[in-house]
Structure formats: structure tokens, C-alpha cells
């Protein structure tokens, strides 16, 4: 109930009904691949609301925002699935020595992290 009211009051284009459940789909399905091999995140093919979240860092930037604007009994509910989920992108990717140079944003440690570099508009 919490996030469905921080969802309904947000102004954040990116901020809509629904969108934390899909940030949090999105976010579960990268960090929780199949497979040993490392994980680079993809750029978004376009900066709609749909395909914003092709980009897992997106879909971490707007968990974020939501942990941000709950109260604490929610914020702790979220925030322990996204800190297991956390740790799994952690341990699937890899640092990006050069994140402040290439990396909006490059101050979120999900963001300094290696990234396949699509990037093609709509």
C-alpha cells in the first residue's frame, strides 16, 4: 500500500502505477541470471517509460527513488529484497574504471559498473 501511494503521488515521469513490482522484475531477472559469467548492463534503446527499464541501472535508479520516499517499515520490506539483489549484480558484474567519464550519474555505485554500451532510439 505504501509504494501504491508514493507511486500515485509522484510526479517522476519515470515514477508511474506499477512501476516499482516491473523495476523490481527487471532488476530480480539481470542480477539473477542463469549462468557464471559476467552481466554488463545494455542502454536503453529509448528513454520512453517502457523501454527505460531495458536498462537494469534504470530500473535500481527508480528502487532507489522508491526507498527513498517510503516510510521505514516499508523502506526495510523493500529494501532487504533489493539489497539481496544487490549483492548478486555486484558479484555478476564488473567495476568500470572509467565510469566517471562515461556513466550519467557515475556517483550511484550501480552505475560504476561495466556496460555493453547499446544505444539506438526509437
Not at 93 to 110: G, I, K, M, S, V
Amino acid at each position: 500500500m505504501a509504494i501504491h501511494r508514493v507511486e500515485l503521488v509522484s510526479t517522476d515521469y519515470y515514477l508511474f502505477l506499477g512501476a516499482t513490482a516491473y523495476a523490481l522484475r527487471r532488476y530480480q531477472a539481470f542480477a539473477l541470471a542463469p549462468g557464471r559469467r559476467p552481466l554488463y548492463p545494455q542502454n536503453e534503446e529509448c528513454t520512453c517509460r517502457g523501454c527505460s527499464f531495458d536498462d537494469v541501472r534504470h530500473a535500481r535508479d527508480v528502487l532507489d527513488d522508491v526507498l527513498r520516499q517510503l516510510p521505514a517499515r516499508a523502506r526495510g520490506e523493500l529494501g532487504r529484497r533489493v539489497a539481496l539483489l544487490d549483492a548478486a549484480y555486484l558479484r555478476r558484474t564488473l567495476p568500470d574504471p572509467f565510469a566517471d567519464e562515461r556513466q550519467y550519474a557515475a556517483e550511484l555505485w550501480w552505475r560504476r559498473r561495466l556496460s555493453g554500451g547499446r544505444m539506438t532510439a526509437c
